[in-house]
Nanobody, 124 residues
Framework: QGLLVDSGGGSVQAGGSLKLSCSAS????????AGWFRQAPGNQREGVAV???????FYADFVKGRFTISLDHTKSTLILQMDNLEPEDTARYYC??????????????????WGQGTQVTVSS
């Protein structure tokens, strides 16, 4: 049984930056689609960015050019660098492994494993 631990959330003003980290144990990140989802109150959980096997990356349109996903040099920590944050980015962000990309959207399934989440709040 693996474990994902999210960290790095906080409160910033619009235009600011945050870096989220997800420490993975028991899940070799290079063997999975691994990424970040977010959920704001009253909204469905949505995919933000993923790293696929082969180290290819995929971003939701609403974060392209602002967010960067990567693995650290140990390949056991998933990082999401978030720049030029907008109030609409306010949500709880969740690290996940075992995701997929389908018809241009980042998807999760019943087999997806989740971190506990970290709150990101962006004020205008």
């Amino acid at each position: 049984q693996g474990l994902l631990v999210d960290s790095g959330g906080g409160s910033v003003q619009a235009g600011g930056s945050l870096k989220l980290s997800c420490s993975a144990s028991g899940y070799p990140l290079t063997s999975y689609c691994a990424g970040w989802f977010r959920q704001a109150p009253g909204n469905q959980r949505e995919g933000v960015a993923v790293v696929n096997t082969g180290n290819t990356t995929f971003y939701a349109d609403f974060v392209k050019g602002r967010f960067t996903i990567s693995l650290d040099h140990t390949k056991s920590t998933l990082i999401l660098q978030m720049d030029n944050l907008e109030p609409e980015d306010t949500a709880r962000y969740y690290c996940a492994v075992d995701c997929a990309i389908y018809r241009g959207r980042i998807m999760w399934s019943a087999s997806t494993k989740w971190g506990q989440g970290t709150q990101v709040t962006v004020s205008s």
